[in-house]
């Protein structure tokens, strides 16, 4: 419910684009097609001037290439490339075909630019028609350098964010627009279209969907084991951190900070460093299995299965996810622990609660209350927790060799393998694609009705 | 009638404090083990991956030696250059984009600041290498994929999205009291001076906390590394070549070495961490969790 509260502008301010458009002066749609000449006319020239230049610099851009790529867009390129005998230097030479890749990436960095522009082009449109107002009431229009004051006071946003926001989008954005249409194409090494390819609807996502192919069936296996994997990795680590953290903070306990010494310790060594020790602790002729055969616990040849059995395997991740993650959880929840009121328990001690009754009635419930953005964040966190399972077991056991995906590979480490080691790119983007439904769809209605959501701005 | 209650009660408690000791240790040498044993096995003077016996038989430097001497497969400190370098970089442009950023969220009220968080949330929710592939197109479609210029991919990489991890350090910006910008603003400070004089100043923690998170980066990921470097191995980083030692062709002469690298990568870490755990906590806690 709380999804579609109208909009309320908390922002009004006269100079918008439609009041520009009714009631502008000539001038000032003018600079509509010729940005910033409303400025120029009326005391901000140089501001006018980087308006104009940045149309002119667009414009150029599109003639040169822009429009090109854009025309290239929903064809993708068609034009192979080819041996060509060059006589004169009886050699072969290689024509320049086309490649969809590429094509494709320029294609969404121009509807980006074209999205970016019009974004300018509304800005220089308010800012002209607000200049063409204060001019003509006879009011201050901010010269050049008052401009560039006011980006160290009232505009301070936009000096600290433009910076951050750039690299998001170059970085961030525009890959992901790329990778998710690469999901409506055939870009695979299937049928050999890793040149050329062309958009093919939703054809993808029928073949993950059909449960009679091994795709299929594998992305429903898959899909299990992540929320399996992301339910116990989440609740195990949150419920024995907990419990380490009481028992550690209990009145009893001596050299509190020795203990939480011991644990913390781990977690000052690199998380892929602890890993690769595990695997190779782990394999059959590891350190593990070499103490057990010394202490004579299991027969002198023999080794335990811990990534070669798929039942063992799944639960050798767990317990090492337990291993991992249990000091950072012990490191965060110690503060919000000590922050329960006491008079709660002394209540319940006079009651007569054990201290099982107390864990479960007044601990957990409050922690759960305080902690859930937290938890929702490590839940989202382990469905996308590539470095464990790909540095531990790497997926393995493979137990169907049809299928791309190993027992223990999440979604991720399959969208991994798909991309980079098979080169199946489109089928790599559906997945990745449907990881984010998953995780939209139940993250965001959470966090929209939890309370830290809602009361964020009654700090 | 009193004093056998009292004296049961009392050994009950013992009885209880006992057995919460010995659980404890023995969770301690659980969680101290594999540690204990990666630093023993630098140590290790017997080579090779599979060893029968627990402890090393013999004790010596030459793995550390090794390590820094034997350049002719593996460089171990041109990597170790190349990492310290990337990760300065990467750190100081994340920590500005982070502070700059969790600033403008927590203090100025702004149209596009709604928007930008819902975004920011989004997009957290995609698989974060979903786009390498992408991204390495793109770095390759602005010549940055080939030479020395790997390193400032890298860095790009590092600290591209680095704006969008703005939680935890606006978490702590909301705890600063408003009234201390208002008094500034009174004062005639411009928003800028505040954050610059008012807001850092009173923000160690969790300036340190991003510094250290941001620092750390580079050293501990290596898929980006991976892909981006491919095969240019004079570009690699530290985790990709403490992984290579353990493939297959390098395992049993470079296992002991790798023991050696993970040690010495982790003391330094270890040390920043021990150092900064308090402001870690602080971090986390008035940042993440928040009721």
Known sequence: MGLFKKKVNDFPTPYTVSAAIKEGGFETKLSMIIMGLGNIMHKQAAKGIIFLATEVLYLL??????????????????????????EALQIYEYTQGDNSVLILLYGVATI???????????????????????????KHVNTFKEDLKSLLHENVHRLLMTPALTFI?????????????????????????????????????????????????TFWSVLVWTLVWAFFATFTNYIFGMILAIVINRKDTKCKSFWRFCFVLSCAVPSFVSL?????????????????????????????????????????????????????????????????????????????????????????PYMLFVTTPYLIATFTGNVNNFNIIYLLSGGDPVTDLASTAGSTDLLVTWLYKLTIDKQYYNVGAVIGILTFIILAVGALLTYRNSKSYKDEEGF | ??????????????????????????????????????????????????????????????????????????????????????????????????????????????????????????LGLFPGFMSMVAVYFILKALGLSEGGLIRLALILCYSGGAGLGFQIAKGFFDTIPLAIDEAALIDGCTRWQ??????????????????????????????FAKVICRANADYYTVAIGL???????????????????????????????????????DGMSSGAVKG
């Open chain 2, 194 to 223: 505040i954050f610059q004089k008012i807001t850092l100043p009173l923000s160690k923690p969790i300036i340190v906390y991003t510094v250290l998170t941001a620092f750390i980066g580079p050293w501990v990921d290596f898929i």
């Open chain 2, 243 to 281: 992984w290579r030692m353990l493939e297959k062709e390098y395992i049993d002469n470079w296992y002991t070495c790798f023991a050696a690298g993970a040690v010495l990568i982790s003391i330094p870490i270890a040390i920043l961490f021990m150092f900064l755990q308090r402001y870690y906590v």
């Open chain 1, 61 to 86: 851009f599109m003639v040169k290439s822009g429009f090109h790529c854009l025309a290239m867009l929903p064809s993708l390129g068609s034009i192979e490339q080819e041996e060509v005998w060059n």
């Open chain 1, 276 to 364: 690769l020790i595990m695997r190779t602790m782990l394999q059959p002729n590891g350190a593990v299995n070499v103490l057990l055969r010394n202490l004579g616990w299991i027969g002198a040849d023999s080794a335990l299965p811990f990534f070669t059995d798929p039942l063992w395997a799944k639960v050798t991740v767990i317990v090492i996810n337990i291993w991992v993650g249990v000091p950072y959880t012990l490191l965060q929840l110690t503060g919000v622990l000590q922050n329960i009121p006491g008079d709660l328990y002394e209540a319940a001690r006079v009651d007569g609660a054990n201290a099982v009754q107390i864990f479960f009635k007044i601990t957990l």
């Open chain 1, 169 to 217: 989008f170059g970085l961030t954005v525009l890959p992901l627009i790329f990778m998710i249409c690469m999901a409506f194409t055939n870009y695979s090494k299937i049928g050999n279209h890793l040149v050329l390819f062309d958009w093919v609807g939703l054809d993808n996502f029928k073949a993950l969907f059909d449960s009679s192919s091994i795709l299929g069936s």
């Open chain 2, 1 to 122: 009638m009193a004093a056998p209650k009292q004296r049961s009660v009392k050994r009950t408690k013992m009885i209880n404090n006992t057995i919460v000791h010995v659980v404890l240790a023995i969770l301690a040498v659980i969680w101290v083990f594999p540690i204990a044993w990666v630093v023993l096995t630098s140590f290790r003077a017997e080579k090779g991956s599979y060893v029968s016996t627990f402890l090393p038989q013999g004790y010596t430097l030459a793995n550390y030696v090794k390590l820094f001497t034997d350049t002719t497969i593996l460089n171990f400190p041109k990597m170790f250059g190349n990492t310290l370098f990337i990760a300065i970089c990467s750190c100081i442009l994340s920590t500005f984009y982070v502070l700059a950023v969790s600033y403008c969220l927590s203090r100025l009220r702004f149209k596009f600041r709604k928007p930008y968080m819902n975004m920011a949330m989004v």
């Open chain 1, 112 to 138: 980006l630019l074209t999205v970016l522009m019009f974004w300018i082009w509304r800005g220089t449109t308010k800012s002209a028609y607000k200049a063409e107002c204060l001019d003509k009431a006879g």
